[in-house]
Each structure stands twice: as structure tokens, then as C-alpha cells.
């Protein structure tokens, strides 16, 4: 039964967006409780203004939001546009994977997606890359790989991590030693080494090349919106490095392009 739907060309889409959405709400509690040292455990939601509890009919992924305007029913305030943003930013991981790709691949190619995306919105708005959310993407890439459900074989899959999470180290400490201050935090390096476990070490060069490309892009609308530039500004290179990957992904499905 579930690879019938995994494989269907309209209901795998269609599902995995629906999935996607809910899913996404979970991930916009997580990413909004957790810089603060609220647990996503602790209760039903609430308006952050008011403080009251919001029923089931308020929290529906997505419709909830557009049905009230993006506001509270009861004081009126706006609600935080992260959460709906992060709802169907999932919502499009779930969809757009099964329209790359099908089956196992697409199932694949989502989970991968919503692994990344509280470590990419965390890094984004926090600088902040949380070690537990980084070794559940590497375990997960491990059992993934385990499992068959990535082409890939186990020793490819460990030299990947290792060469991921070498390679920013080693930039890291070459920064440090010739500038004298912290170049890349020391969650990048982990964070590539748990990429480097899903897709082994032939496309590791190309996820970097297209996380500094996105960069350069960043920097430079960062420059024409009249934003100061220079040596010391900070970038989330880690959300950078989780767009990138999860783009070459879709791509190639993992499979080295040499």
C-alpha cells in the first residue's frame, strides 16, 4: 500500500505536501521555543502577545494563517511570519521531491530536506547549529545508507563524512591561526560531515563551490541594500551549505556527476 502512494505521480506529490505542512508546524514550534529555552514539549501553543491558548481550528498548517489574516483572533496581533514561512517551505520539500523524483528516492530526497530545514532557519536566524539536530541528520544518512535507500555504499558514505567535516575544520583552524579570531563556527565543519555521510565524497566539492557562490550572492544584495559589508560580517554558512546540498540532491540524486 505505501509504495503505491510513494510511487503514484499525483498522490505521492500531493500527500507528501500535506505531510510536509504538518510537519513544518512541528518544525516552526521547534525553531521558535528552543533559541529561547522553551520546550516544543511543554503545552499547547499560545499567542506570543496575549499569552492565550490557541484551539485546534487556530493551529491547521497554513489555512489557519490565511483564514485569520495572519493575526490573533483574540488581541489582534500579528503572528510571527516564521511559523507560516517554515510551513510551507515544508510543504514544498514533501511536494517538489516527489515531483523530482519517485518512490524510495523521493521519500529520500524529503526526509533529507526536512532534516535540514530547522538546522537552516536556526543557523539563519540564530547563527546557531544545534549538535543533536546535526548527529540525527548523520545518523539518519548512516541508516539511509544502511538500508539501501541511498545509492551509496557504506565506506563512500564514511569517507564523506570524515573529508566533510575535515575540510571546514581544517579551514577553520587555518582562519583562526593566520586572522586570529573564529573564521567558521565549529558547527559548519559538523554540519558538512554529516552531508558528507549522505552523499560520500564526490560531490562534496560541488555542494561547497555552490554554498560560497549562494554567498557571494548573499553579500552582494546585502551591498545593494545599502548594508555595510566587510571581513567580520557574518554569513549563515551553514544555512548555505543545507540549501546548496539539498539542491544537489534534486539535481543528481546523489549519484557523482564525473
Known sequence: ?????????????????????????????????????????????????????????????????????????????????????????????????????????????????????????????????????????????????????LDLSLSNSLIGGASGFLTLWLVSTAYKSLRGREGLGGGDAKLFGAIGLWFGWQLLPFILMFAAMFGLILALVAIIGGREVTGTSRFPFGTLLAISAWLVMAVTGGQPVF
Open 1 to 149: 500500500m505505501l509504495s503505491q502512494f510513494l510511487f503514484h505521480p499525483l498522490y505521492a506529490p500531493i500527500l507528501a505536501g500535506l505531510f510536509g505542512a504538518i510537519l513544518g508546524s512541528f518544525i516552526a514550534a521547534l525553531v521558535g521555543r528552543w533559541p529561547v529555552g522553551r520546550s516544543v514539549a511543554e503545552g499547547r501553543s499560545r499567542c506570543d502577545a496575549c499569552a492565550a491558548t490557541l484551539r485546534w481550528y487556530e493551529l491547521v498548517p497554513i489555512v489557519s494563517y490565511v483564514v485569520q489574516q495572519g493575526r490573533c483572533r483574540r488581541c489582534g496581533d500579528q503572528i510571527d511570519i516564521d511559523a507560516i514561512a517554515i510551513e510551507i517551505v515544508s510543504a514544498l520539500i514533501g511536494a517538489v521531491s516527489f515531483i523530482v523524483m519517485t518512490g524510495y528516492d523521493g521519500l529520500s530526497l524529503a526526509l533529507l530536506g526536512w532534516l535540514f530545514l530547522p538546522l537552516a532557519w536556526l543557523d539563519f536566524r540564530h547563527y546557531w547549529l544545534p549538535d543533536i539536530l546535526t548527529a540525527l541528520l548523520a545518523l539518519c544518512g548512516l541508516t539511509a545508507v544502511f538500508f539501501g535507500l
